[in-house]
C-alpha cells in the first residue's frame, strides 16, 4: 500500500465493505464514485442542501463534508438501503403517491431525513416535520408535498406498528 492511500471498513446498506480511499476523499465521492451508489447527490458541496445527506451511525450526516476515512468502522445507510430490493419503503411510497417528487434531486436527502425524523418521533406534529427536514433545499414542490407525504408515511407506519402489536397478544 502507498503512503497515500488507506482500507477502511464499514457498513453500508447493510453490507460489510473494505475499501482503499485516500486521506482526503470525501464520503460523498466514496459513496458515489467507488461504491457506485448514485442515490445521493452534490448539491452545494458545503453541507448546506441535504442533497447528499445520509445517516451514518444513526446520525444524519452531509457526507460532503466527511472525509471517507471518518467512516472507518461505521455504519452507514444511503437511500439504496431504504426499503427492501424492489419493495419500497412506506416513506418513499408516500413520498409518490403525494406527489412530493419533482426533479427528485432532493428525494434521497429528504427521504433519509424523514426516516430518522419517524425513527425517533412516530408521531409528529406539522411544526417537527418541518424542523425534521430544516437541513434539505427544494426548489420544486414547495415543501408542501413532502410535509404531506411524511405525515401519510407517519400515519402508515403508525398503523402497521399498531397490527404486529395486535397480532402478538
Given at each position: 500500500?502507498?503512503?497515500?492511500?488507506?482500507?477502511?471498513?464499514?457498513?453500508?446498506?447493510?453490507?460489510?465493505?473494505?475499501?482503499?480511499?485516500?486521506?482526503?476523499?470525501?464520503?460523498?465521492?466514496?459513496?458515489?464514485?467507488?461504491?457506485?451508489?448514485?442515490?445521493?447527490?452534490?448539491?452545494?458541496?458545503?453541507?448546506?442542501?441535504?442533497?447528499?445527506?445520509?445517516?451514518?451511525?444513526?446520525?444524519?450526516?452531509?457526507?460532503?463534508?466527511?472525509?471517507?476515512?471518518?467512516?472507518?468502522?461505521?455504519?452507514?445507510?444511503?437511500?439504496?438501503?431504504?426499503?427492501?430490493?424492489?419493495?419500497?419503503?412506506?416513506?418513499?411510497?408516500?413520498?409518490?403517491?403525494?406527489?412530493a417528487?419533482?426533479?427528485?434531486?432532493?428525494?434521497?436527502?429528504?427521504?433519509?431525513?424523514?426516516?430518522?425524523?419517524?425513527?425517533?418521533?412516530?408521531?409528529?406534529?406539522?411544526?417537527?416535520?418541518?424542523?425534521?427536514?430544516?437541513?434539505?433545499?427544494?426548489?420544486?414542490?414547495?415543501y408542501?408535498?413532502?410535509?404531506?407525504?411524511?405525515?401519510?408515511?407517519?400515519?402508515?407506519?403508525?398503523?402497521?406498528?399498531?397490527r404486529?402489536?395486535?397480532?402478538?397478544?
Open positions: 500500500m502507498s503512503l497515500n492511500k488507506l482500507t477502511i471498513e464499514f457498513v453500508i446498506n447493510g453490507r460489510k465493505r473494505k475499501v482503499e480511499t485516500t486521506p482526503s476523499t470525501r464520503l460523498l465521492d466514496l459513496i458515489r464514485d467507488n461504491l457506485c451508489l448514485t442515490g445521493t447527490k452534490e448539491g452545494c458541496g458545503k453541507g448546506e442542501c441535504g442533497a447528499c445527506t445520509v445517516i451514518m451511525n444513526n446520525e444524519l450526516v452531509a457526507s460532503c463534508l466527511v472525509l471517507a476515512p471518518q467512516a472507518d468502522g461505521a455504519e452507514i445507510t444511503t437511500i439504496e438501503g431504504v426499503g427492501r430490493g424492489k419493495n419500497l419503503d412506506p416513506i418513499q411510497e408516500a413520498f409518490m403517491e403525494t406527489g417528487i419533482q426533479c427528485g434531486f432532493c428525494t434521497p436527502g429528504m427521504v433519509l431525513a424523514a426516516k430518522k425524523l419517524l425513527q425517533e418521533n412516530p408521531q409528529p406534529s406539522i411544526e417537527e416535520i418541518k424542523r425534521g427536514i430544516s437541513g434539505n433545499l427544494c426548489r420544486c414542490t414547495g408542501q408535498k413532502i410535509i404531506e407525504a411524511i405525515n401519510l408515511a407517519a400515519k402508515r407506519l403508525s398503523q402497521q406498528a399498531k404486529r402489536e395486535d397480532a402478538d397478544e
